[in-house]
Antibody, heavy 120, light 108 residues
């Protein structure tokens, strides 16, 4: 069973940097694509980006100028950094594994999510 | 990236069949995946690919597609199926992923 656990500060000041880490257990981080997804309170899901151990990284164009996703295979972790945050970045942030195939990409395992609030 | 759209809300009588839709150009090239999300919980994958269902998901959930539209059908809807449902798929480039806005399913 694959388990994912998000960790990081729950409160970030406006204009600061949001930093989260996802620790994966039950699977090698080299085996799949991995992704960050967020959900503002009362709103829908938004894909942030994905990474693969080979160095492939793709970002949502709407966030690309502010976001960095990285992977540490030695720790079986991947991370998210979001710069210049505003109140609009307040959301539950999820990490997830992507089950990737030629004609589909499904998020088959999710972390429990962590609420990050942007406030002074 | 391309968009996929969903109806904001759908209702169904207990025990009846409901079809939730997801529409977008990229669905002509790629399959949708479907997620169920209950309040305060992480989403759960319920259908993916052409006709796939993860282990542990009841067989009353089924996915299908036609043209630019994907469907999640729930046959014999149960009270516990009341939830938000989201679709996702690749965009036209194949490298980016997109979510629909979600459909709130009410079981009457």
């Amino acid at each position: 069973q694959v388990l994912l656990q998000e960790s990081g500060p729950g409160l970030v000041k406006p204009s600061g940097t949001l930093s989260l880490t996802c620790t994966v257990s039950g699977a090698s981080i080299r085996s799949s694509y991995w992704s960050w997804i967020r959900q503002p309170p009362g709103k829908g899901l938004e894909w942030i980006g994905r990474t693969y151990h080979s160095g492939i990284i793709n970002y949502n164009p709407s966030l690309q100028s502010r976001v960095t996703i990285s992977l540490d295979a030695s720790k079986n972790q991947f991370s998210l950094k979001l710069d210049s945050v505003t109140a609009a970045d307040t959301a539950v942030y999820y990490c997830a594994r992507i089950q990737d195939a030629e004609y589909e990409a499904a998020f088959d395992s999710w972390g429990q999510g962590t609420l990050v609030t942007i406030s002074s | 990236s391309s968009e996929v759209t969903q109806d904001p809300a759908v209702s169904v009588a207990l025990g009846q069949t409901v079809r939730i839709t997801c529409q977008g150009d990229s669905l002509r090239s790629y399959y949708a995946s479907w997620y169920q999300q209950k309040p305060g919980q992480a989403p759960v994958l319920v259908s993916y690919g052409k006709h796939n269902r993860p282990s542990g998901i009841p067989d009353r959930f089924s996915g299908s597609s036609s043209g630019d539209t994907a469907f999640l059908t729930i046959t014999g809807t149960q009270a516990e199926d009341e939830a938000d449902y989201y679709c996702n798929c690749r965009d036209k480039t194949g490298d980016l992923l997109v979510f629909g806005g979600g459909t709130k399913l009410t079981v009457l």
